[in-house]
């Protein structure tokens, strides 16, 4: 990895570090099965987990690994790099006996014979992230599975126009500064989601489906999270693929989510 990639993925850890450890908590549909089904399904279904070792890179405060363990996974692989693992430890310690956390980037963890490992709003923060998604690979049994999750560039193109330059501002501004900025841009945005119900307007479902059950308070979370890291990338559907392609996966299935983001498995 180059120097310039190397200072922007450290960089993307560190945001994360601090917002994972400033937002901690997992509650309602944003931590529920319901959300896991709309991330993964119909390309699997949260009842496939069950009694399965699973592995997620990525795991920040511990929503995903959550999800796995009620979902009745048998083991969870945690891997989270920032300063974050501690909040991931703390989420988890209800499964301690069901969960290993590893402080590792996703290119250096070692785990083997998974047959799951999913990686959801992750790789798209990953300036160079094929290393990454080779481990993912190795991670596997033969048969077993990757899931991951990435922004869309297809059915986003309007806001991308807005939230690109903005963007180019935001993160280079602290942790606070978009917190405040969070607060400011929610009230249009619930307006928004309330005209949706009335209006077909771009990401009507999104709106709808998932941002409004979540609540006020994830609202905003997601808001940071767009805001935040230093590095995002939206993907084609071709993209996303390749990326499973160059790391040896086959059979790769994908999904358009809502219109806006993919969600992507492919096989060992």
């Known amino acids: 990895m180059n120097s310039d990639l190397e200072r922007a993925t450290n960089q993307t850890i560190s945001d994360f570090g601090q917002q994972w450890t400033t937002y901690t908590s997992n509650d309602g549909y944003y931590g529920s099965q319901e959300m896991l089904r709309d ?30 363990l009620r979902a009745g ?42 047959d799951y490992i999913l990686s959801i709003g992750v790789l798209h923060h990953i300036p160079d992230p094929d290393p990454t998604v080779r481990n993912m690979h190795a991670s596997l049994k033969p048969g077993g599975k990757a899931v991951i999750w990435l922004y869309g560039r297809e059915g986003n193109r309007l806001y991308l126009s807005f ?62 999270d767009q805001l935040n890291p230093r590095w995002a990338k939206y993907y084609t559907e071709r993209e996303a693929t390749d990326l499973l392609v160059r790391a040896g996966f086959r059979d790769i299935k994908t999904h358009h989510r809502h219109g806006y983001s993919w969600t992507v498995v492919g096989t060992h």
């Open 39 to 68: 991330i993964v399904s119909p390309l699997v279904e949260p009842g496939n987990f069950k009694d399965k070792t699973c592995g997620e890179v990525g795991a920040g405060t511990g929503r995903i690994s959550l999800m796995l």
């Open 73 to 114: 996974a048998r083991h969870v692989t945690a891997v989270e790099p920032s300063k974050a693992n501690g909040v991931l430890s703390a989420n988890l310690a209800e499964f301690s006996d069901r969960v290993t956390v590893l402080a590792r980037p996703g290119d250096q963890f070692e785990a083997r014979d998974l």
């Open 163 to 224: 939230a690109e330059p903005l963007r180019w501002v935001t993160r280079r501004l602290p942790l606070w500064a978009n917190s405040a900025l969070s607060w400011l841009l929610y009230p249009p945005l619930a307006a928004y989601i309330e005209l949706c119900g009335l209006l077909p307007l771009p990401m009507r479902k999104y709106m709808r489906e998932v941002l409004r059950p979540i609540g006020a308070r994830e609202i905003r979370l997601v808001i940071i």
